[in-house]
Structures are given as C-alpha cells and as structure tokens.
C-alpha cells in the first residue's frame, strides 16, 4: 500500500479538504442563500455571541461588509468541521483496511452534522453526495495505482481528485446562485385589501413632488438602505407564514397571509433611519408601504399589558420591545412602493413604526407579544438605546456647480413624527441662516396634507464667495424648534448635530 494516496497523512487530508468544499458547496446548491443553507446557523451562532462592541462596530463602521465576513468565517468553520469528519473517515478506513468505511463514515458525518445544524433531513443530502463522490473517487483512482494508465503517479491522482473536487464545488455555488434570486425584482402588489389605485395616485405623487436635483434620493428612495442581525435572510414563503398575537392577552389570536390581504390596508409613506447611521449617514430612506393597522389586529385579541409594551419578534430570531403608543401607530407590512415586500425588507410581512428608529421596523414578523414588564431586545442587550423617536436631522448630499457659476447644495431633511417645518442653511460657518427651498410634502395616509413621518428634500443655491468657507445646514420641526447642535456618535441613542462642510473656494 505504500503508494496509496489515501495511506498518506498530506494525501488524506488533501482529499479530506477537497470533499469538504465540495460537500459545503453541495448544501449550497441544495439550498441557495437561504437559512438552511448549513453555514447558516453557524454564521447566526457567531452573530449571537460576538460582543455587542463588535457587532456594533461592524454595523456602524463596516457595514455589509462586516456581514460578508461573518458569514465567510462561518463557511471557513463548516469546511474545516467537514474536512475533520471526512480526514477521520479516511484514516479509520485505511487503519482498518476496509474501503466502505471512508464513503459510509463521510456520508454519515456530513448527514448528521447537517441535520443538526439545519434540521432539515432531506436538504442534508446535498453536502453528502459531492463529498461522497470526491472521496469515492480518490479510491477509485488509488485502485488503478501500478497499472500503466494515465493516473499511475501519486501526484496526477491527487490532482485529478482535486480537479474535480473544484468543479463540483463550482458547479453546488452555481446551482445554489441560481435558487437565491428573490426579493430584486419582487412582483407588483396584488391583495384585495389593498387600494391599487390609490397606491399608484401616491407614488406620482412622489415623482411629482421630488426636486429636479441631481445627486440625491428621490423621495421614494430608488436604494433603500438594508440592516440585518444575519447575513443570510429568513426564506419563509407567504403560505407557511402566520402572525400570532401572544402574551397578555384575553385570548391568543392568529393571523396568515391571506387572512391579513384581506382585512383593509392602508397605504402609508414612512421614513426609516438606523440608530447605527452616521450623522450624515446613508442608512435613511423612504418607501410607501401597504400593510394593515397593528392595532387592528391586536384589538382582536384584548391587550392586557401591564407596562403598555410590546415584544416583537421576528424569524430571524431578532427582538425588539417598545411602548403601546408607538406600536399603535404601526401598520403590518406587505407591500413596499406598489410591489411584493422584497425578500431583504422582511417578506413575507414586517413592522412599520412611524417616527421611530429603524430597528423597531421589525422585518420577517411572527409573533407580537404583549408584555407586563419591559425586557431588553437584540440591540438594547447589546447597549444600544434605539427604541424611541428619531433625531430630527438634516443631511447634505450633494454640492454641485451649476452652469451659472452658483453652487447648489441638496440632501434631506427628517423629523420623524415632529415633521419638517424649514430647513435652515450657512454658508459662513453658523453666523447668518438662509431657508432653503423645500420639496412639496408627501401626501398623507387619506390624501389629505402632508404625511406625518416622512423626510422632504431640501436645496438650497449660493454664490460661492471665491474663498475657504464652510456650509452647515440644519432642521426646524413643526414646533419651530431647532434640531440640536449637540454632537453625539451614533451609540448609544443615535447620531446629533449639524452637518457641514468646508469648501475651498
Ligand atoms: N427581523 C429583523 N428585523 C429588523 C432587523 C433585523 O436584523 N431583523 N434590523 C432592524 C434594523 S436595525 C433596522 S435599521 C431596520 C432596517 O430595515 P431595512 O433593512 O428594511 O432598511 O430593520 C430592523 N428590523
Ligand atoms: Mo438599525
């Protein structure tokens, strides 16, 4: 046996890493980017369990990026748990001398360790039958050693086990690439709950009354921003999916997709802003969504709650709790701008909640439970203050030099439920203020005046005075009280102050 590939320590862990790749790339093409996709609960483990800070940092300052390396952590962890299971299955079968033992062992290892993590039997084939392939035709391949073939040399069977280990891993990433499609092109919005007509009437509305100023979102945001605890987003199809009404409560009520496209919706503009955003930050935006009051269907079953709170929760494992008086406000979710909530805002069905921070939009609803004493959801365990209203703020997107030799300044402005009165613009650094021009607001709920939660665009044209100078800009809600100067970072309540630049000439 001395030159068998499989009798060698290099040799068997090289097939072991090859079938392991091959098997993680097996569970992908049987899942796609999907929860049961086996890297999955192990990338949410690590989401769990990091530290806030570090989580924090990742939301803040990486971004999706943060994400792309969890998740790729997590890929990194299934390959080497796969590969241990796979190079142990080998090294008992070439101890024993028996040759089921690798491909029985790897098919068994990879099957558990699958289902466990998954708990999906049949999908936990996918991982088996690339990695059981590889593994069988390392031995194949050993089996023809001293014939006078092409694969006789030690080396050209390993390279030959390993090629086409690679191309089963390509082909698993291909067909799984082409089961995650969803969410991008969601399908237009058709429920019986839902006024068609009026959906379409807001959304010219919204094209009507967003300024001719290039460099900013249209008030319909054309890419609304994304936040998620998880990299891989819940799957959950509209008929699996149902909404329970738990807790303190005369009688538990449940709710399903049907049953909720039934009821009458509303069609509501609404602002979202993370509490993580930087203070000229690109994680706000706004959207038209169609869903059913909240209060509608928690009426159904009797509140009770003796703190006036709610829990919501979500698929994903994601919680958030806050007061009665913002939940009753809120509308379940099941169509964003005319269409099918997409796949990444929360499909089948989300919460929106007007005038406060993003994270308690939860996405992927299931269940709201009604409380009697607070409890701390996902991001208030990890520090975060991010239940309550927005900060008014007022961003600066985009500076542009017109034909004219004029400078245009632009971006949004935000009150959440204070609303936008005027926007407030220096170009001297904060000594003398100017009214910038204001979009026309989006129509309310009933078409009748402005809705009450979302952002208006804001521009505003100067003479540039030929010298160094800085531009700041800031808000004045309905009140005619002036946002804040203050500055503060995002954590632990959300960024505050003025934005400004300093232009050279
Ligand atoms: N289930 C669930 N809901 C969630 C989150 C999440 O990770 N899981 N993120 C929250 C946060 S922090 C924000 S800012 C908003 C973002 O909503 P969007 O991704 O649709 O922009 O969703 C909130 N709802
Ligand atoms: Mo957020």
Redesign the pocket.
């Known amino acids: 046996m001395k030159d068998a590939l499989l009798d060698s320590r290099g040799g068997r862990l090289l097939v072991g890493f090859a079938a392991a790749g091959a098997g993680v790339a097996g569970s992908y093409g049987a899942t796609g980017y999907t929860p049961t996709f086996v890297a999955s609960p192990i990338e949410r483990t690590l989401s769990r369990t990091m530290p806030g800070e570090v989580v924090s940092v990742a939301i803040t300052t990486l971004g999706s990026l943060g994400q792309q390396l969890n998740l790729l952590t997590a890929i990194l962890l299934t390959w080497l748990l796969f590969a241990a299971g796979i190079t142990g299955a080998l090294l008992a079968g070439s101890e024993a001398n028996n040759r089921l033992l690798p491909t029985v062992g790897t098919a068994v290892f990879l099957w558990v360790v699958t289902a466990a993590l998954t708990r999906e039997l049949a999908l936990s084939l996918g991982p088996v039958v690339p990695a059981v392939a590889v593994v069988g035709l390392a031995q194949a391949v050993d089996a023809y050693r001293g014939s006078a073939d092409p694969i006789s040399s030690k080396r050209r069977r390993a390279l030959s086990t390993f090629g086409v280990a690679i191309g089963a891993t390509a082909v698993g990433f291909a067909v799984g690439e082409g089961k995650t499609s969803m969410g991008e092109d969601a399908p237009q919005l058709d429920a019986p709950g839902a006024d068609t007509e009026d959906l379409q009437a807001k959304l010219d509305a919204a094209e009507a009354n967003s300024l001719d100023v290039s460099g900013i979102e249209p008030l319909v945001s054309e890419n ?7 990299s891989i987003d819940p799957n959950t199809k509209a008929a699996d999916w149902s909404l329970s009404i738990t807790g303190a409560v005369e009688s538990e009520v449940t709710v399903d997709y049907e049953e909720l496209q039934g009821m009458a919706a509303v069609n509501q503009f609404s602002t ?1 802003r ?3 955003d930087s203070l000229n930050g690109k ?1 706000i ?1 706004t959207a038209l969504w169609t869903g059913v009051p909240l209060q509608r269907l928690v009426e159904r079953a009797g509140v009770q709650s003796d703190c006036n709170c709610v829990l919501l929760k ?3 494992g ?1 919680e958030v709790e806050f007061p009665l008086e913002a939940f009753n406000r809120g509308i379940a979710v099941y169509g964003m701008n005319g269409k099918v909530l997409p796949r ?3 499909y089948p069905v ?1 919460a929106v909640i007007p005038g406060h ?3 308690v ?4 609803l299931t269940e709201i439970e009604l409380l009697n004493s607070e409890v701390d959801g996902y ?1 208030e365990q990890r520090g975060w203050e991010g239940t309550g209203p927005v900060k008014p703020t007022a961003t600066l997107r985009a500076d542009t030099m017109l034909d004219d030799g004029t400078r245009q300044l632009a971006g949004h402005a935000y009150g959440g439920l204070r609303g936008v009165s005027t926007v407030e613009v220096s170009t001297d650094g904060g000594s003398s203020w100017s009214e910038a021009t204001l979009s026309e607001p989006l129509p309310a709920v009933d078409g009748e005046g402005p809705a009450e939660d979302a952002w208006r665009q804001w521009t505003y044209s100067y003479d540039p005075p030929g010298s160094s100078h800085t531009a700041v800009v800031r808000m004045v809600t309905r009140d005619g009280t002036v946002q804040t100067m203050e500055e503060t970072g995002p954590r632990p309540s959300g960024p505050s102050g003025w934005v400004q630049k300093e232009f050279q000439s």
Not at 224 to 230: A, G, L, P, Q
């Open positions: 609304f921003y994304e936040v998620d605890i998880n979202l993370c509490v993580g994680k935006d979500a698929q994903d994601y990444g805002h929360g989300r921070w993003g994270e939009n939860t996405k992927w991001w």
